[in-house]
């Protein structure tokens, strides 16, 4: 099983981006997660794609928006008003597979 995230990039602030987590496997609740340098991993939201229930971190609720394409074993996190203090490298993990994480995406805010 793997993931793979994508969607990364170089924004102003204020920009936004759409980050993808693509899974290789069926999944309930997909989170992403985020490791700026020097900090711990810090989960930012959650999904669950059965009950339809997302979460945030305090510092991306009302910015942040984490989807799912229900065809598809992908999830998605639309990032807007981006703030430089979420330059990270993002990834995606799914509960059903705690073990299996992918390269992440890096994520840059700066002017």
């Known amino acids: 099983e793997q993931l793979v995230e994508s969607g990364g990039g170089l924004v102003q602030p204020g920009g936004s981006l759409r980050l993808s987590c693509t899974a290789s496997?069926?999944?309930?609740?997909m989170r992403w997660y985020r490791q700026a340098p020097g900090k711990e991993r810090e989960l930012v939201a959650s999904?669950?794609?059965?009950?339809?229930?997302?979460n945030y971190a305090d510092s991306v609720k009302g910015r942040f928006t984490i989807s799912r394409d229900n065809g598809k074993n992908v999830v998605y996190l639309q990032m807007n008003n981006l703030k430089p203090e979420d330059t990270a490298v993002y990834y995606c993990?799914?509960?059903?597979?705690?073990?299996?994480w992918g390269r992440g995406t890096q994520v840059t805010v700066s002017s």
């Open positions: 999904i669950n794609s059965r009950t339809t229930t997302t």
């Open positions: 993990n799914a509960i059903i597979r705690p073990a299996t």
């Open positions: 496997f069926n999944f309930n609740t």
